[in-house]
């Protein structure tokens, strides 16, 4: 597992993170994310050992990162955030490289190129330039590195970043077939990876870990949580009426026309707007209930822990 106690950093005596402190158990996919500046990449740094501490510990697998680096090393795949290599190689040569580095020689070097490059989809490019690949097959490079010796570990630092939604989407993939068996931190400020491969969020503002909750439990708070949207090319909806409905707390009208019932907590809105609907013969395009936007919890999470 990963986990971080009562990790602190200061740079120019500001503090870039305070007390941070949380783990991840196995076999979980956990999304570290915040605003950028947040302090994301610097307790990554410091949950790998690439940077040290002020105050804290970190440990991967019960090892303690600073009092026995080597040891967690062999523990840990890392992706450091824009999968930096070394352009000036091919991916295979930077691949037997990194094989050596780990200590592998021979048939089992050639083996864990083999069937890491079948993982991540390599061949076609395999004896192409590093500097010469998408950012998409950059990152399936970095990706291979990270996993070549079969780590239990898994950390990510924005895996996504800068990508097209295609070269996303592959990465997105390349993670969920990566997850089985193994402990992965995923940090990102993007939402909708949250959404796309997460299982846990761990939610960081000014360097503090705000809250640590599932997806679902955070779309709970959000106040569209159960909201009602209509929207009708037909009829003209009575704002005034659907604000009458029981368990209403405030009607929005959204920019395409639609109307938005935000519920007040713990209320279920739809099976009285679809007796509404009924009783005043509306002809609606939409009638749909709301999951809850994560963005709306996101915004307001930071925004209380802004200061």
Not at 127 to 146: C, D, M, Y
Request: proline letters at 5%; aromatic letters at 4%.
């Amino acid at each position: 597992m990963i986990e971080a106690s009562a990790l602190c950093k200061s740079f120019a005596g500001r503090a870039a993170v305070k007390e941070m402190s949380f783990s991840v158990q196995p076999g979980e996919v956990a999304g570290f994310l915040g605003p950028n500046g947040a302090g994301k990449s610097t307790t990554m740094k410091m949950l790998t050992g690439f940077l040290a501490a002020d105050a804290g510990t970190a440990r991967l697998c019960g090892v303690d990162v600073m009092r026995e680096p080597v040891r967690a090393r062999h523990m840990l795949g890392y992706l450091p955030e824009g999968a930096p290599c070394y352009a000036e190689m091919k991916v295979h040569d930077f691949l037997t490289f990194i094989a050596k580095m780990r200590g592998y020689r021979g048939a089992e070097l050639q083996e864990r190129i083999r069937r890491v490059q079948d993982l991540l989809e390599l061949g076609e490019v395999s004896q192409q330039l590093i500097g010469t690949l998408s950012k998409g097959f950059n990152r399936r490079v970095g990706l291979a590195q990270a996993v070549l010796h079969e780590p239990p570990v898994l950390i990510l630092d924005e895996p996504t970043d800068g990508l097209d939604p295609n070269q996303k989407h592959q990465v997105r993939e390349l993670i969920r077939r990566l997850a089985p068996g193994r402990t992965i931190l995923v940090s990102t400020h993007i939402l909708e990876e949250i959404e796309a491969i997460c299982s846990r969020v761990l939610l960081i503002a000014r360097g503090r870990l705000v809250t640590d909750a599932t997806p679902l439990q955070l779309q709970r708070q959000s106040r569209y949580w159960q909201a009602v949207c209509l929207r009708s090319s037909h009829s003209a909806l009575d704002a005034s009426l659907l604000a009458r409905v029981p368990g209403v707390q405030q009607v929005e009208a959204a920019d395409d026309g639609a109307l938005i019932l935000i519920a007040e907590p713990g209320q279920v809105l739809l099976p009285a707007v679809q007796a509404l609907v009924r009783q005043q013969a509306w002809q609606l395009d939409e009638l749909s209930v709301e999951a809850g936007r994560l963005d709306d919890v996101f915004r307001r999470l930071t925004q209380e822990n802004a200061s």
